[in-house]
């Protein structure tokens, strides 16, 4: 089941970790099996990966990414001085170019 395994980092919501928790007890219960809430979270991460095509799922991932965007946009604009080039939407710096540039002497 797991010969090619690796660590990930997951931060959760207090209130999405406490559903699992509560999906972890009623499946112990159900199952009279102790199910962790790694266990759980790794079910639910198969079964949505199952429904890639879904509407909610999509929903959720859209909503996610945005606010992960609205979020580092923030901490950008807090970062950086006004007078420094670069596109601010994209956090891409931009060079200058050739014409830009002062032209050394020989």
Do not use: C, Y
């Not at 266990?39 to 949505?48: K, S």
């Not at 604009?77 to 006004?82: F, K």
């Amino acid at each position: 089941m797991f010969e090619n395994k690796t660590k990930v980092l997951l931060i959760l919501s207090q209130d999405v970790l406490d559903q699992a928790r509560i999906i972890a007890g009623k499946a112990t219960m159900t199952l009279k099996l102790p199910v962790s809430l790694q266990i759980v979270l790794r079910a639910l991460i198969e079964e949505g990966l199952k429904r890639d095509g879904h509407p909610t799922l999509l929903a959720n991932v859209e909503s996610q990414a945005k606010a992960l965007r609205r979020f580092r946009s923030v901490a950008r604009q807090g970062g950086r001085a006004e007078e420094e080039p670069g596109d601010r939407q994209s956090g891409i710096w931009q060079r200058p170019n050739d014409r830009e540039r002062p032209k050394r002497r020989n």
